[in-house]
């Protein structure tokens, strides 16, 4: 994932939910981050960049307190895949091994 989505989507995330800044830094210096208060609110409306490191961090913070709150949501990682199909969901445009083709005799 890059730095810009990995930032809209983990901003996404805090803005929906209203997740306090303050207790997410608390949450993000707690794992390793060593960011300011200050930065992250920055980062947060899109004002400043964060390393690959420190970005993780407060998407670890957030989907700590997301999970603690039972909230569906989640930041995603560096790492991660971007992907717009949720799961569970069917995707039309990938053919199900299963389902029939009705216009087929087979």
């Not at 930065?39 to 307190?65: F, M, P, W």
């Amino acid at each position: 994932m890059d730095a810009v989505d990995q930032q809209a989507l983990t901003g996404a995330v805090i803005k929906e939910y209203r997740l306090d800044l303050a207790q997410l830094w608390l949450e993000f210096a707690g794992l390793g981050g060593d960011a300011s208060e200050q930065v992250i609110r920055d980062y947060c409306s899109g004002q400043t960049d964060l390393s690959a490191k420190e970005r993780d961090a407060l998407a670890q913070a957030v989907n700590e307190h997301c999970a603690a709150e039972g909230l569906p949501l989640r930041a995603p990682l560096s790492g991660s895949a971007l992907s717009a199909r949720q799961p569970g969901r069917h995707d039309p445009k990938q053919k199900d091994p299963e389902r029939k083709d009705p216009h087929s005799s087979k």
